[in-house]
Nanobody, 114 residues
Framework: QVQLVESGRGLVQAGGSLRLSCAVS????????VEWFRQAPGKEREFVAR????????YYADSVKGRFTISRDSAKNTVYLEMNSLKPEDTAVYYC???????WGQGTQVTVSS
């Protein structure tokens, strides 16, 4: 059974930092890349970042490039999203999923105050 569990929710001021974690279970971690998406109230879910299965391929949405960093720890079957210089427009529920699959986590709330 594939499961994804996001953690790291928080309320921070603009300019602050947070680190989100996505723990992947079910034996698929080494075979798939992982993506982060986010969904703000009243908006569609949007792509944030992707890391390949090897960790060598990194991709970011223009809106977060230079501020967010995605990484993975194969020993812990976990993908991280380090978020710096946070802006109020980064406020959303953040989700992770293995690339090319329909498995989603439950999401974790990030709120950035101005």
């Amino acid at each position: 059974q594939v499961q994804l569990v996001e953690s790291g929710r928080g309320l921070v001021q603009a300019g602050g930092s947070l680190r989100l974690s996505c723990a992947v279970s079910g034996g698929i971690f080494s075979r798939f890349g992982v993506e982060w998406f986010r969904q703000a109230p009243g908006k569609e879910r949007e792509f944030v970042a992707r890391i390949s299965s090897s960790g060598g391929g990194l991709y970011y949405a223009d809106s977060v490039k230079g501020r967010f960093t995605i990484s993975r720890d194969s020993a812990k079957n976990t993908v991280y999203l380090e978020m710096n210089s946070l802006k109020p427009e980064d406020t959303a529920v953040y989700y992770c999923k293995p690339t090319g699959t329909s498995y989603w986590g439950q999401g974790t709330q990030v709120t950035v105050s101005s």
